[in-house]
């Protein structure tokens, strides 16, 4: 809860079996973020994967990347609750690249990274 890892744009990953409390733990941390006047945003992989391959157009699509990418910390609640498509995939993969050594992520998952192909089965390359 120092958010010493918004200092250097680290990220966080948070795994465990369901009902152990990740997703209070990520909740708390955006709160700690707010607090200490950062900008947070909390949403389900589920709503933000929804949300993006829904987009039928170039620009909405890059607003709403552009609107996930701004917070300095976003919380990416239940990754690995549901399987998605490429798509879904790809959209992941260009958020969190957006991201990358910019601002902080946090993700809550209940799968262990090795199965992580299950979550993304068409997509090996970089979810393995």
Not at 6 to 34: E, T
Not at 99 to 109: C, M
Request: hydrophobic share 40%; aromatic share 8%.
């Amino acid at each position: 809860m120092t958010l010493e890892f918004l200092k250097d744009a680290s990220n966080v990953v948070l795994v465990g079996p369901n009902g152990v409390g990740k997703s209070m733990c990520a909740c708390n941390i955006g709160y700690q973020a707010v607090l200490a006047g950062h900008t947070a945003l909390l949403t389900t992989a589920g709503q933000l994967l929804g949300e993006l391959a829904a987009l039928d157009s170039d620009s909405g699509l890059r607003r709403k990347l552009r609107q996930y990418a701004a917070p300095d910390v976003l919380i990416i609640d239940e990754v690995g609750y549901l399987s998605y498509s490429n798509r879904h995939a790809d959209l992941l993969f260009e958020l969190v690249s957006r991201r990358y050594q910019h601002k902080s992520t946090v993700v809550t998952t209940n799968r262990a990274f090795a199965d992580w192909g299950e979550v993304f089965p068409t997509r090996p390359v970089w979810c393995r």
